[in-house]
């Protein structure tokens, strides 16, 4: 019943700046923690960070200082700052949310946006 719809992703040369977006889609749910994984060619999906519902956030070490997430709760939505891009950020990037409905809980995934950084 919720959809994540994420958009913001392209391809920029090294250094610059994206804003991806996820749009959480479905009526009567509330939204706990969101966050943002990516997974590059041949490597494992990892996470990225992380924001809960009152907007307490957390990074992974590689992005830490230069990513910046957050969110809209009226809204439903995601975003992810990203600048001082690296080659190493080129991934698929995920949408991830956390939704409820009184005290029921389920995951749900984004379709994944590219982001391709270039030198």
């Known amino acids: 019943q919720v959809h994540l719809v994420e958009t913001g992703g392209g391809l920029v040369q090294l250094g610059e700046s994206l804003r991806l977006s996820c749009v959480a889609i479905?009526?009567?749910?509330?939204?706990?923690?969101m966050g943002w994984y990516r997974q590059g060619p041949g490597k494992e999906r990892e996470l990225v960070a992380t924001?809960?519902?009152?907007?307490?956030?957390n990074y992974a070490e590689t992005v830490k200082g230069r990513f910046t997430i957050s969110r809209d709760n009226a809204k439903n939505t995601l975003h992810l700052q990203m600048n001082g891009l690296k080659t190493e950020d080129t991934a698929v990037y995920y949408c991830?949310?956390?939704?409820?409905?009184?005290?029921?809980?389920?995951?749900?995934w984004g379709q994944g946006t590219q982001v391709t950084v270039s030198s």
């Open positions: 924001i809960t519902s009152g907007g307490a956030t």
């Open positions: 991830n949310a956390d939704v409820y409905r009184g005290f029921s809980y389920s995951n749900h």
């Open positions: 479905g009526s009567g749910f509330n939204f706990a923690s």
